[in-house]
């Protein structure tokens, strides 16, 4: 048997002896150290270069630097064009309310001109006529506000001057057609109380059927019952 193993070893089928130098072990890891960062160093060139190739990094920060600039520009133009409709709508609010203003001035001084108007008739029947009664109606006006009601007005003036106080009533009589048949109304059902101190308006709203047909109105200055002054006019 051993000398079967001696031959062995000395043929040319003997293994193969393999001669290595024995290194410490701290030179071993710095081996490995240098040559991780050589490979690590060599990595990072190539991807600096790749993105070199690909256009990647080329004028970056400038890129950069610009599109900051131009989001500042649009957000400054945005904060100026928001100002500018911010005071728009303020002007629009504000004209706005001046046009209803001037809308119910316009409306407040046609009322004032139609009571002007009211009153300028008024006075202008405050002038003495021509006659010597003492008592006269010099105005009465009938209006339909409504289909059931009629606005009237009478204005009573003595005449004479430092006349004294008249007490009496007055009564407005209404007649016309109603259905095609005759129709008479009265503004009350009892004569209106009045009392004359120089002139007197009196005004008021009767209701009236909405199919009557008014066709003359007549007022009279009642006292102890006898008529006294009597003006009728004709719709």
Sequence with gaps: MRL???????TVSAPRMVIRSA??????WLLAA???GFSAALTLWAFEFGKEIAGL???AKQELEQLRNEVQTLRAD??????????????????KAAQEQLVLQMAQLQADNQTLRSDLGFFERLIPGSGSEALSIRGLQVDRVAGEQIKWQVLMIQALKN????KGHLELVFTGTLDGKPWTAKQASEPQPVLIKGYLRQEGL???PPQAVVKTVTAKILQGGATKVMHTIKI
Excluded: H, K, Y
């Excluded at 290194?23 to 071993?28: E, G, V």
């Excluded at 945005?78 to 004209?95: D, H, K, P």
């Excluded at 006349?163 to 008249?166: H, I, Q, R, S």
């Design 163 to 166: 006349a004294p106080d008249f």
């Design 4 to 10: 079967r193993l001696l031959r062995r070893r000395m």
């Design 57 to 59: 990094d080329r004028n």
């Design 78 to 95: 945005l904060n100026r064009a928001q100002s500018i409709v911010n005071t728009s709508e303020g002007l629009l609010t504000a004209e």
């Design 23 to 28: 290194a410490p072990w701290p030179l071993r």
């Design 34 to 36: 240098v040559v991780l």
């Design 206 to 208: 009767v209701d009236v």
